[in-house]
Structure formats: structure tokens, C-alpha cells
């Protein structure tokens, strides 16, 4: 079957570095979205991987290893306002998402 | 961000009763959804729509009936649902459903409470 892994929740330090990982396994695999959920709100779009490496966008990266079937979001300089849930999805060959149920990320001044 | 709307933000409802929850996209995508998301769980796929066509539904309940009127608006019409249909229902769009790996676009939800 088709199965997204992430920790269901984290505590991190305002300021600080925090990495979420998320292991997926689809048949086959057309990329990996994550995407960051506030309470109550919208799921807004974060960053896409289909190559493997690490991808930079200001305070937040993602990583992909396809070999590995893993990622990673990368979160620095921690905020209060990061908190919130982030969630993994990969593309599986079908082109349909494949939903990991969200990390909760608790930042702590 | 208002590229895609819905409405009601909130609804309560017995279960006997018929409502619709609205979805409106101004991003002039052609591919919408319908998403259940239950505490802790996984987003649920319940329904696709490309070009105005259904194209996928993932065995959801007859008590769940979509309609898509044209590609700016999606409606989800619910009857008789049951407690366990309580969740936050999500609609998400997308350029093109069909054409390869394509980013979603989430309104906020509408938080549901079956009595």
C-alpha cells in the first residue's frame, strides 16, 4: 500500500533549528509537497521536490533522497508564528497526493 | 490569500437536515477538489474535478453528492450524514488536474458538526 510517515508532533525553541522528516512510500513517485497548516486555516503550499537535494527558500529548505524514499523541511530561526502543522504529501504515478496526517510544530519562547 | 473561498466557515447540522458547503476559485484554475480532514488523520480525497468533469471520487457515501457548474465553482450537497462525517471539509484547485505534477490551492474550510 501506499504510506506517508512523519512525526506526529515537535517542540521546538524560538530562535532555534528544527528538521521534520517524512518517509514516503508510493507506487511510483512524481514529487513531494509540503505544506504548512495553521490552526483553523488554509494549507498553504511550501515547497516541491522531484530531484534529490536540498532546496533553499529563505528561512525554510527541503530535502528529497529518492533512493531513500525520505525528505525533510528545514526550518531556521524559529518564529512563534512557525507554529503550526506541516504537512508531507508525495505524487504518486497517477499523479494523486498521497497525504502524511501533519506534523504539530509547538515553538516555545 | 482569497484565491480560493468557501462557504460556510462553520456548520451545524442534525441529521436529517440538507445543506451545501460553496467552493469559489479566482485563480483561473481548471482542477478542483474536495478534501476530509479528520483530527490526526490524513487528508481524505473525496472528490476530483477537471474541466468540469468528475474524474476521480474515492468511494464516498452517496450522502455526499458533488457538482461542479463550471470551473470557478465547486458545491458539495450533504443529506443525512451521520456523527462520524463531523471534520473540516477542504477545497483545494489546481491549474491542470491532468498535465503532471501540479500545486494545490486550499481555501480555509468549512468546520462541520453533525448532531
Known amino acids: 500500500g501506499q504510506n506517508i510517515d512523519q512525526p506526529t508532533e515537535m517542540t521546538a525553541t524560538e530562535g532555534a533549528i528544527v528538521q521534520i522528516n517524512c518517509t514516503y512510500q508510493?507506487?511510483?513517485?512524481?514529487?513531494l509537497f509540503w505544506y504548512q497548516q495553521h490552526a483553523g486555516e488554509a494549507p498553504t503550499f511550501l515547497s516541491y521536490?522531484?530531484l534529490d537535494g536540498l532546496e533553499e527558500k529563505g528561512r525554510f529548505s527541503s530535502f528529497l533522497s529518492r533512493s531513500k524514499g525520505y525528505s525533510y523541511l528545514l526550518l531556521k530561526e524559529l518564529q512563534m508564528k512557525d507554529s503550526a502543522s506541516y504537512l508531507c504529501?508525495?505524487?504518486?504515478?497517477?499523479?494523486?497526493?498521497?497525504w502524511g496526517a501533519g506534523t504539530k510544530l509547538i515553538i516555545k519562547p | 490569500e482569497t484565491g480560493v473561498t468557501q462557504t460556510p466557515r462553520h456548520l451545524v447540522m442534525g441529521m436529517t437536515n440538507k445543506k451545501s458547503l460553496k467552493c469559489e476559485q479566482h485563480?483561473?484554475?481548471?482542477?478542483m477538489y474536495w478534501y476530509k480532514q479528520s483530527a490526526k488523520k490524513p487528508l481524505e480525497l473525496m472528490f476530483v474535478?477537471?474541466?468540469?468533469?468528475?474524474?476521480e471520487n474515492n468511494s464516498v457515501p452517496s450522502r455526499f453528492s458533488p457538482e461542479c457548474p463550471n470551473s470557478s465553482h465547486l458545491f458539495l450537497h450533504l443529506h443525512t450524514l451521520q456523527p462520524e462525517d463531523s471534520a473540516l471539509y477542504l477545497c483545494?484547485?489546481?491549474?491542470?488536474?491532468?498535465?503532471?505534477?501540479?500545486?494545490?490551492?486550499f481555501g480555509p474550510g468549512t468546520r462541520l458538526t453533525v448532531l
Open positions: 504529501a508525495a505524487l504518486d504515478s497517477n499523479y494523486q497526493l498521497i
Open positions: 508510493t507506487s511510483g513517485f512524481n514529487g
Open positions: 485563480l483561473g484554475h481548471n482542477a
Open positions: 483545494a484547485s489546481s491549474q491542470n488536474r491532468l498535465a503532471g505534477p501540479d500545486t494545490q490551492y
Open positions: 521536490n522531484v
Open positions: 474535478y477537471s474541466l468540469e468533469e468528475r474524474v
